[in-house]
């Protein structure tokens, strides 16, 4: 039996609530570090306050040093009234989501981060909550894992994940960090640019073999969503993907809502005639 399975029981919430997309409360942002510019917006994301506070399980998977990692984030969050629990704390994390009132999917490797979250169970549990109306925010491969896939990640497979799917709390793929253009390094004290493929290279190549849209998401920058409201925050434009189209340049959050809601299946083509 692996470590994972033996510190963790997997278990089911006492009860499923039934998907309902306008139950929807998220706040997807391309980088942690940057959270705490956005205070407000995570106060109310949650309810929080320091006069009514709020529990909010930490998900640290994405990091090798869970300890530190949340000791952080209890510290940055304890001044909103954010009381952190993180669930590598727990034997059971996937029962102690009946007690808290949110969760934070905190940034790092996502193969590493989904890998857990399948072996522990908590990949589904907190899908099931979070569709039932429970606050999510993500951060980097946090909102990598609300998408459909992990497969518009910038980050190295180090692990190998059961499979690339993801939660799917949205239908469609975030691009995490985007930034356009080539990037620079400096060589003998001259700024030199980088001569393989561009993030849009990528995210292209990702689209030529799949039809999921795609959100590059800039640094600073948030999606918060309510139900079948998007508001892009951080005063940045979003990149939009959509597989036989060029990329457009967006402004406004409410570009994207068409995206909540599932594609619809192409009809099925008729049958010729039987022999």
């Known amino acids: 039996m692996s470590r994972l399975k033996r510190q963790f029981r997997k278990a089911k919430p006492a009860a499923v609530p039934k998907p309902d997309p306008e139950k929807l409360n998220l706040l997807l942002m391309s980088n942690g570090a940057l959270a705490t510019n956005r205070a407000e917006t995570i106060a109310e994301l949650y309810g929080a306050s320091p006069e009514n506070p709020k529990t909010v399980m930490f998900i640290p998977f994405a990091l090798k040093d869970h300890d530190a990692v949340t000791d952080r984030v209890k510290k940055a969050y304890a001044p909103l009234g954010i009381n952190i629990v993180s669930a590598h704390e727990f034997k059971d994390p996937v029962a102690e989501l009946d007690k808290v009132d949110g969760i934070y999917m905190g940034g790092g490797n996502t193969f590493r981060l989904l890998d857990t979250l399948q072996k522990t169970g908590l990949l589904e549990a907190?899908?099931?909550?979070?569709?039932?109306?429970?606050?999510?925010?993500?951060?980097?491969?946090?909102?990598?894992?609300?998408?459909?896939?992990?497969?518009?990640?910038?980050?190295?497979?180090?692990?190998?994940?059961?499979?690339?799917?993801?939660?799917?709390?949205?239908?469609?793929?975030?691009?995490?960090?985007?930034?356009?253009?080539?990037?620079?390094?400096?060589?003998?004290?001259?700024?030199?640019?980088?001569?393989?493929?561009?993030?849009?290279?990528?995210?292209?190549?990702?689209?030529?073999?799949?039809?999921?849209?795609?959100?590059?998401?800039?640094?600073?920058?948030?999606?918060?969503?309510?139900?079948?409201?998007?508001?892009?925050?951080?005063?940045?434009?979003?990149?939009?993907?959509?597989?036989?189209?060029?990329?457009?340049?967006?402004?406004?959050g409410k570009d994207f809502e068409r995206f909540l809601k599932p594609a619809k299946s192409a009809p099925a083509a008729p049958k010729g005639p039987q022999p």
């Not at 909102?143 to 059961?162: E, L, S």
């Not at 960090?177 to 561009?198: A, C, L, R």
């Open 126 to 252: 907190i899908r099931d909550k979070v569709q039932g109306g429970m606050p999510y925010m993500g951060a980097s491969a946090g909102i990598n894992v609300a998408g459909p896939t992990i497969m518009t990640t910038n980050d190295m497979p180090i692990v190998q994940p059961k499979t690339m799917d993801a939660m799917k709390l949205v239908h469609f793929q975030i691009n995490p960090h985007y930034f356009e253009g080539k990037p620079h390094y400096e060589e003998d004290g001259k700024i030199v640019p980088y001569q393989g493929e561009t993030r849009d290279d990528r995210i292209i190549q990702f689209q030529e073999e799949n039809a999921t849209p795609v959100i590059g998401l800039k640094e600073g920058s948030a999606l918060r969503i309510r139900g079948s409201k998007i508001e892009l925050l951080g005063g940045k434009t979003a990149k939009l993907f959509e597989q036989g189209k060029t990329p457009a340049v967006i402004t406004d």
